[in-house]
């Protein structure tokens, strides 16, 4: 073994080397050396100190990264929730997706009107997916449908009109116009502009004036034969059955009956995995793989990774979360419809029940937004929903109201890992243009904020 000498050149060389070393062992030290743009060339031995600096940096790079996935789910400082999931990564949460991705309208609101907020909406980033072709209303609904179309939206939801034809009720001036667009029905232009309708099975059979049977078959069936692309919704599933958060496996179930194949199902759940804005670009494929999987198999419903693509937030609460709230108002609770019962007539007859369960779900106040869709997302977890998509009227201070939504997003996906993003819907009132305008503006804000700073603090508003 050779004898190094004190004060030699071969000395120095090495003390410089284990210098540097100590130097760079704190991965602080390589952050304050490397942001100045330093560079370094190592002499002795050049290979060896590359690749361990190399190596620094990249546990450097990925402690930055679990730090960041740590920050994004406290989501927000007020929330300041503490990641505890080992089920449900960090790393895969809905943290760079925005809140709000949508902008709604609800039944039997008229389209027309709204066309400039379409406008602002798309151009925010924001999809326009307004209810349309809901109920028979003497041709009314085509005209609707076709509106939402010429104004840019490429989800319609339920749509159930849309299958119109001359024969069935579909008015002159919409052929007309349709003739201009070289199509003889609306669901031929859908098919063309590749605009999504969002078909809510059981929710259409229970409002007797959507005369959902009109077309001689179900309309998912008559959607899905046309080439029309199609998604589902449970819409609001609590006020129906068991009363529970989510009944897409029902759903599911009844395409089956209807005679739709185990590929349509699946592709009708892969249509859903690339058009949701809920979920990030990374995980989507391997939800769209289980779901082609899920087809060529003999698994059950069950296993089928699923997405509810249009449900109401206070329509979806399910009933065990209604009844507390109710006992302790003192209130009677709304007991849901059961589909063997009447109808109800047409959805004012509807909203009159729906009236008297939002009531309740209001006087529990805003701190209770997180309660309720962690509710709702532990049964889509049973039901191996992934995606939920919420439609939304926003109460109280709008962006507290979102900043609660947000809050119950976190957890819907690190305790049940469902993903969620919300539709901003507005209800069909005297003053329904002016509730637009500010919840879009209120909308565009938040989600503004939400991208630019993910703890910004939002408190004066």
């Excluded at 602002?120 to 609904?141: K, S, Y």
């Excluded at 809050?407 to 993903?419: C, K, M, N, P």
């Amino acid at each position: 073994m050779s004898v190094v000498i004190p004060g030699s050149d071969i000395a120095k060389k090495r003390a410089e080397v284990e210098s540097h070393r100590e130097m760079h062992n704190s991965i602080r030290g390589l952050d304050r050396t490397f942001s100045t743009g330093a560079q370094f060339h190592w002499k002795i031995p050049p290979k060896e100190e590359r690749d361990r600096v190399d190596k620094l940096m990249k546990d450097r790079d990925a402690k930055r990264a679990q730090q960041l996935a740590q920050a994004k789910a406290k989501h927000y400082k007020r929330t300041s929730f503490v990641w505890t999931s080992e089920k449900y990564p960090a790393t895969e949460g809905p943290w760079d997706q925005p809140l709000i991705s949508g902008f709604g309208l609800t039944s039997p609101c008229a389209v027309k009107p709204f066309g400039a907020l379409f406008k602002r909406a798309l151009d925010a980033g924001l999809t326009v997916q307004p209810n349309a072709g809901e109920e028979w209303r003497h041709g009314e609904p085509c005209f609707n449908i076709l509106d939402a179309i010429e104004h840019g939206a490429k989800r319609i939801g339920h749509g159930i009109h849309a299958l119109a034809t001359p024969s069935t009720g579909l008015p002159d001036q919409v052929s007309i116009r349709l003739a201009s667009y070289g199509v003889s029905s609306m669901a031929e232009l859908m098919k063309r502009e590749e605009v999504t309708v969002e078909v809510c099975l059981i929710s259409n059979r229970m409002v007797e004036s959507t005369q959902c049977e009109r077309y001689g078959t179900e309309p998912l069936r008559a959607f899905v034969r046309a080439g029309v692309p199609v998604v589902l919704g449970s819409d609001h599933s609590g006020m129906w059955s068991d009363g529970e958060a989510t009944n897409m496996h029902e759903q599911v179930a009844l395409a089956v009956e209807m005679g739709l194949k185990r590929p349509e199902v699946a592709e009708i759940m892969v249509r859903s995995f690339e058009l949701t804005r809920a979920v990030p670009e990374a995980v989507k494929p391997r939800l769209i793989q289980q779901a082609r999987k899920w087809a060529q198999s003999s698994d059950p419903i069950q296993a089928l990774p699923k997405a509810d693509m249009h449900a109401n937030l206070d329509g979806m609460i399910p009933l065990w979360w209604l009844k507390a709230q109710a006992d302790a108002q003192g209130v009677k609770c709304p007991v849901p419809k059961e589909e063997d019962e009447a109808k109800w007539r047409d959805l004012d007859e509807f909203r009159e029940v729906y009236d008297a369960r939002t009531a309740i779900i209001r006087n529990a106040g805003l701190d209770s937004i997180p309660s309720q869709i962690l509710a709702i997302a532990a049964s889509c977890e049973q039901r191996h929903v992934r995606v939920l998509e919420l439609s939304i009227t926003p109460w109280g201070k709008h962006l507290d109201f979102f900043r609660m939504c947000s809050a119950g997003r976190t957890l819907a996906y690190e305790r049940h890992g469902v993903f969620i993003s919300f539709v901003v819907t507005v209800g069909c009132t005297l003053d329904a243009l002016a509730d637009g305008e500010k919840l879009l503006d209120s909308s565009i804000e938040f989600n503004r904020l939400w991208s630019s700073s993910l703890d910004a603090e939002i408190d004066e508003y």
